[in-house]
C-alpha cells in the first residue's frame, strides 16, 4: 500500500516550508513540479486536471472507486534527456496540501518517490541547498560513515546498534522536520533532558490527518554510530509510524540533513555522511552551536532545495502503476489479469519479486500448482524478511496442500 510523507504546516507553532522539487518535468506536454520524496513508495500525481490526465479504461476511477488513487493512460514523461511512456497514478489535490501549498507559494503538482529514483547517485549539499545526480560515487565519500539500505519501496537504512544487533531508521526528503525518535528512544532523551524546553506542533498526514506533536531542540543525539548535530527532534507521530518496523529507530527529514554532507547511492545500496566542515550556518531562532542551549524556537526560516541532473527509472514507474491495478485485480479475484499484469511487471523490472508473490498466489487459485510452486519459491528464496504466514503458505504448498497454502497466503495478504 503507497504511503505518502507530504506534510503542511497549521496553527499551534509555525512549522517548516522545507522541500526538495523537481521542477522540470514534463508531463502530457505540460511543465510538473513535483517533490522529491525518498519517503514515499512511488509517484502519485494531485494536479492531474493541470496535466490533462485521464483514467484509463478498466481502472479503480473508472470503475467509481472515487477513494482510491486513478491511474492515468500512458502519457509522455519527460526530464532533462530521459523520455518515456508511463501509466501514473493520482488523486483529486487535496484541501490540506492546498492549503500548505498557497502558504509556501509553491506550485506543486505531486510527489517522485524513491522507486522511480534510486538508480541515481544523489549527493545533497546543504550549503547550497541543491540535490544533484551524478554518474560516479564522489571520491571524498569512500572515507565518511556508511550504511546499507533495506529493499523497501521507500528509503530506509540497515543501523548497526551496540549489542550486537540492527535498527531500521528512514531517509524522508518529503519530511520537512528534524529527527523523529522510536518512542522508546524519545522518551530516553527526555528523561536524559528533563529541562527540554518542547514546543507543539501539528502535521497533516496524506489522508488529511492531523498528528500534534512535541518538538525540542538538542545539541546533539546519537544513533548507532550516527551523530547529529544541532538538530531539531520529536517522537515519531502516528502518521510517521504507519508501516514501520519492529526494530524502527526514528526518521531524518530533509532539516536533518541539512546538518551533513549526504550521498545517496541507490544504485549501490548505501547512504554515506560526514558532518559538515565547517559547521552549517544556524537556522534563524535556534540557539547558535556552542550555546549548550538545548531549547526549541517557535518558527523555521522557509529553505528550499533545488534538484539537478536527476534520472527518473521509467521502467520502474510503470512497473509500479501495474503492481497497484494487479494488487486491485487480486482482491476483486480476477486472477487472469493478476497474472498478466504481474508478467509484465516482471518483464519490466525483473528484480521485482513482489511481483511472483502476486502472480504465485494468483496462479495458486487459479490451480496452476507447478506455476505457483516457481513463482513462490522464487520469493521464498530472495525475500530479506518473509512474514511467517508466507513462509508456512510455501511449506503448505511443496506439501501439496493447497487449500491450506491459499488460506495462509489469503490471511498474510489481507485478502
Known sequence: ?????????????????????????????????????????????????????????????????????????????????????????????????????????????????????????????????????????????????????????????????????????????????????????????LKSHPQATLVQRNQWGPDGSVASFAEAWADAIQIGPLTLTDVPIHAATKIELVGTPENYLGLLGLYALSRMDTVLDGKGGLAYFHPLDPPGPPYPGFPRPGDHTESAPSAYPSRAWTTTDLHIDGRMLQ?????????????????????????????LVPQQIAANLFRGVAKLNLADYPGALADLQRFDNESKRPDPLLKSGFTKLKAGDYEGAKADYKRALGL
Not at 486513478?70 to 519527460?78: C, D, G, Y
Not at 486491485?328 to 511487471?345: G, N
Open 1 to 189: 500500500m503507497l504511503a505518502f510523507s507530504i506534510y503542511g504546516c497549521a496553527a499551534v507553532s509555525p512549522s517548516p516550508d522545507t522541500h526538495a522539487s523537481v521542477p522540470d518535468v514534463v508531463i502530457n506536454g505540460h511543465s510538473a513540479h513535483l517533490l522529491l520524496d525518498t519517503g514515499a513508495e512511488g509517484t502519485v500525481i494531485f494536479n492531474a486536471d493541470k496535466l490533462g490526465l485521464k483514467a484509463a479504461a478498466n481502472t479503480p476511477a473508472a470503475r467509481g472507486s472515487a477513494n482510491e488513487p486513478a491511474v492515468s493512460e500512458p502519457v509522455t514523461i519527460q526530464l532533462g534527456p530521459d523520455e518515456f511512456k508511463a501509466q501514473l497514478m493520482y488523486r483529486p489535490f487535496p484541501w490540506y496540501l492546498r492549503a500548505y501549498l498557497a502558504l509556501s507559494s509553491d506550485d506543486m503538482d505531486g510527489v517522485l518517490g524513491w522507486p522511480e529514483l534510486k538508480s541515481n547517485i544523489l549527493v545533497l549539499d546543504p550549503r547550497n541547498l541543491s540535490i544533484k545526480g551524478v554518474n560516479e560515487l564522489p571520491a571524498n565519500a569512500v572515507s565518511w560513515l556508511k550504511f546499507h539500505t533495506v529493499p523497501r519501496m521507500n528509503l530506509w537504512l540497515e543501523i548497526p546498534l551496540a549489542d550486537g544487533k540492527s535498527g531500521l531508521l528512514q531517509v524522508d526528503t518529503g519530511n520537512p522536520y528534524g529527527v523523529a525518535l522510536s518512542p522508546s528512544l524519545w522518551q530516553s532523551w
Open 319 to 347: 512497473a509500479n502503476t501495474l503492481h497497484y491495478l494487479g494488487s486491485k485485480k487480486l482482491l476483486e479475484h480476477d486472477y487472469a489479469a493478476v497474472i498478466a499484469d504481474y508478467t509484465e511487471v516482471l518483464r
